[in-house]
């Protein structure tokens, strides 16, 4: 009985542990990260089929980023602190928005805020799974578009993000050939549209 009793501590005291890495590693993120590139794979799962793409991030924090689908299609997302542009190419539009409303535009936008999500969100530790350290993220403001992000992360880096939203639908991401706080163009990050492509201002 006291060896069932002494297994569970120790099995508490472990998970415990396994649960501080999580937020440790997205502080230990937040804190030595200046910029960062990478590729990604996107899946996005609902009632359909799922939808897969992928490209190119760059980020420079606070604020400024570059998620650009390559595959199946062309699609840019750019934000530069101030405005947030999404540019179609195939369908020739460019929407724009103000930073403070579309910081859940991207992933992207999440990733290279200013360290306020402990703010923004309530964190919650989980358990290890494939070699990451996981925790939850859940936004503070009801009228956030997401229920809850989870992230993945080793050795102080984003490795996977899943997104669920309000509408039942889930975007897991996986990032690879990361780059850490790599000399960036200023010039990834600021967008002008195309002369020939209607423009749309939210």
Same mark, same amino acid.
């Given at each position: 009985?006291?060896?069932?009793?002494?297994?569970?501590?120790?099995?508490?005291?472990?998970?415990?542990?396994?649960?501080?890495?999580?937020?440790?590693?997205? $502080?230990?993120?937040?804190?030595?990260?200046?910029?960062?590139?990478? #590729?990604?794979?996107?899946?996005?799962?609902?009632?359909?089929?799922?939808?897969?793409?992928?490209?190119?991030?760059?980020?420079?924090?606070?604020? $400024?980023?570059?998620?650009?689908?390559?595959?199946?299609?062309?699609?840019?997302?750019?934000?530069?602190?101030?405005?947030?542009?999404?540019?179609?190419?195939?369908?020739? #539009?460019?929407?724009?928005?103000?930073?403070?409303?579309?910081?859940?535009?991207?992933?992207?936008?999440?990733?290279?805020?200013?360290?306020?999500?402990?703010?923004?969100?309530?964190?919650?530790?989980?358990?290890?799974?494939?070699?990451?350290?996981?925790?939850?993220?859940?936004?503070?403001?009801?009228?956030?578009?997401?229920?809850?992000?989870?992230?993945?992360?080793?050795?102080?880096?984003?490795?996977?993000?899943?997104?669920?939203?309000?509408?039942?639908?889930?975007? #897991?991401?996986?990032?690879?050939?990361?780059?850490?706080?790599?000399?960036?163009?200023?010039?990834?990050?600021?967008?002008?549209?195309? $002369?020939?492509?209607?423009?749309?201002?939210?």
């Amino acid at each position: 009985m006291r060896i069932k009793i002494l297994f569970g501590l120790i099995t508490a005291t472990v998970m415990a542990f396994a649960h501080a890495d999580g937020i440790s590693d997205l $502080k230990q993120f937040l804190g030595n990260t200046h910029s960062l590139k990478a #590729q990604f794979t996107q899946s996005v799962t609902g009632k359909g089929k799922a939808q897969v793409s992928s490209g190119v991030v760059a980020i420079m924090i606070p604020g $400024k980023f570059r998620w650009e689908y390559q595959k199946p299609y062309q699609q840019l997302i750019v934000g530069d602190a101030k405005e947030v542009w999404l540019y179609d190419q195939d369908l020739k #539009q460019a929407t724009s928005k103000n930073v403070a409303n579309a910081l859940e535009s991207s992933p992207a936008a999440l990733l290279a805020g200013d360290a306020a999500w402990e703010k923004n969100y309530t964190l919650k530790a989980l358990p290890d799974q494939d070699g990451l350290a996981w925790l939850e993220a859940t936004p503070k403001r009801d009228d956030s578009s997401f229920e809850h992000i989870r992230l993945g992360l080793a050795n102080g880096q984003i490795q996977r993000m899943d997104l669920f939203d309000k509408f039942g639908q889930t975007t #897991q991401i996986r990032f690879s050939q990361i780059m850490s706080n790599p000399k960036l163009d200023t010039g990834l990050f600021h967008f002008t549209p195309p $002369k020939d492509v209607d423009v749309v201002r939210e």
